[in-house]
């Protein structure tokens, strides 16, 4: 079955730049999506269709996706940017997501 | 204003079937196009998919759930539903209901709405 790997973790000083991997074969041949879970809250769509934001996503989030991987890039990160992200794309008719990479802001 | 909401019991136990719904309003499933899917999430894990029914009554399966799942819809009450037989203490989650957002290229399909999802606990 098809996978995405994700790292568990990644930490940003408030401010600079974060980024976010998901790796996943020929995963540059399928549109991948971001999603952003606050503790206690549902996903909330951030990336669709690779790099594009959904309305009331800020400037500051953007995505690439090439080759085996795709990035979900945060910049200028700041403290409410704090949260798990996953990946998500679609293998033919059945929807895979990362593990999840938890995003700490320091 | 699209909202969704899932609704079922809290807690079911082992071997049992559990029944999900989910009731929406801002769309409709019998609009071409329109997609909704259930998804998981093991307390501290990562969110699993496990169906989706699309518009025109086609259904889809996680592979690895699709013997224990099915998925099916009531245009008239806007609702979908997800049962899970044999339901087991690793299935306790909670779960959402997200409707899919299809962009007009092939392969563009995004969880554009989620519900604030229901946690199921399966235990004796």
């Known amino acids: 079955s098809y996978e995405l790997t994700q790292p568990p973790s990644v930490s940003v000083s408030p401010g600079q730049t974060a980024s976010i991997t998901c790796s996943g074969d020929?995963?540059?041949?399928?549109?991948a999506c971001w999603y952003q879970q606050k503790p206690g809250q549902s996903p909330l769509l951030v990336i669709y269709?690779?790099?594009k934001r959904p309305s009331g996503i800020p400037e500051r989030f953007s995505g690439s996706n090439s080759g085996t991987t795709a990035t979900l890039t945060i910049s200028g990160t700041q403290a409410m940017d704090e949260a798990d992200y996953y990946c998500q794309a679609w293998d033919t008719t059945t929807a895979v997501f990362g593990g999840g990479t938890k995003l700490t802001v320091l | 204003q699209v909202t969704l909401r899932e609704s079922g019991p809290a807690l079911v136990k082992p071997t049992q079937t559990l029944t999900l719904t989910c009731t929406f309003s801002g769309f409709s499933l019998s609009t071409s196009g329109m997609c909704v899917s259930w998804i998981r999430q093991p307390p501290g894990k990562a969110l699993e998919w496990l169906a989706r029914?699309?518009?025109?009554?086609?259904?889809y399966y996680s592979t690895s759930l699709k013997t224990r799942v099915t998925i099916s819809k009531d245009t008239s009450k806007n609702q979908v539903v997800l049962t899970m037989t044999n339901v087991d203490p690793v299935d306790t989650a909670t779960y959402y209901c997200?409707?899919?957002?299809?962009?007009?290229?092939?392969?563009?399909?995004?969880?554009?709405?989620w519900g604030r999802g229901t946690l199921v606990t399966v235990s004796s």
């Open positions: 997200a409707r899919i957002r299809r962009g007009v290229v092939q392969g563009d399909y995004s969880f554009d709405y």
């Open positions: 269709q690779d790099n």
């Open positions: 029914i699309d518009w025109d009554g086609d259904k």
């Open positions: 020929k995963l540059g041949d399928k549109y």
